[in-house]
């Protein structure tokens, strides 16, 4: 049971993977921004596991759009392994069109509808965006007891890091960001 008196609201940080612990996917590696943290549970979106390039004609095609668009494809990354099948724009906040949620201490916001994605394909849209399937979830204090045993570690948000195109390195990033050098850790325990 969570000590209310000792709860950390972590909304609007990142998690890290720790390099202690060997996740099964998604969460090998992963870096994660915390959307919501509370004592009902926690939601976040990995923003590290690019998947595919979806080409931005293909994303009119299925919304109905027959204007090309100047850029020409879409990544695709997986937000965690709830509702797989739900898309989210992840986005810097000076894009303001039907919102779903926005996070004013990170300008950040999160949109879940068709007019962003075209907006996006025709160079209207946020400045910034990662367009990402599904979403991490933990129940009532699931995620503490998680922290606890060290699977996580928590950092300050960081727009750079987070949309960063070089996602390979974004979890070493993270690491170096906090001082913790990922070369100094191995894969298996050591014996006396």
């Keep these: 049971m969570t000590n209310k008196n000792s709860f950390e ?16 996917a998604p969460f090998d590696k992963s870096l994660i921004y915390v959307a919501s943290h509370g004592e009902e549970g926690s939601v976040g979106l990995i923003v590290n596991r690019l998947v595919s390039h ?6 009119l095609k299925v919304l109905k759009d027959e204007s090309v668009p100047p850029i020409s494809s879409l990544p695709i990354y997986v937000g965690g ?13 000076e894009y303001t069109k039907n919102l779903l949620l ?26 910034s965006s990662l367009f990402v399937l599904g979403y991490t979830a933990w129940g ?3 995620l503490e007891q998680e922290m606890a045993n060290n699977m996580w570690l928590i950092s300050d948000y960081d727009k750079t890091l987070m949309f960063s195109a ?25 014996h006396c």
């Design 9 to 24: 609201n972590i909304s609007g940080k990142f998690l890290i993977a720790s390099p202690h612990f060997s996740f099964n």
């Design 102 to 127: 926005k996070f004013s201490d990170n300008n950040l916001a999160v949109s879940s509808n068709v007019e962003i994605l075209k907006d996006i394909a025709h160079g209207a849209g946020p400045e």
């Design 54 to 59: 979806m080409p931005f004609e293909a994303v």
């Design 166 to 190: 070089n996602d390979d390195k974004k979890w070493d990033r993270a690491l170096a960001h906090i001082g913790i050098d990922n070369s100094l850790f191995y894969g298996t325990p050591g």
């Design 140 to 142: 009532p204090s699931l």
């Design 81 to 93: 392994p709830v509702e797989p099948e739900r898309g989210f724009i992840l986005h810097s906040d």
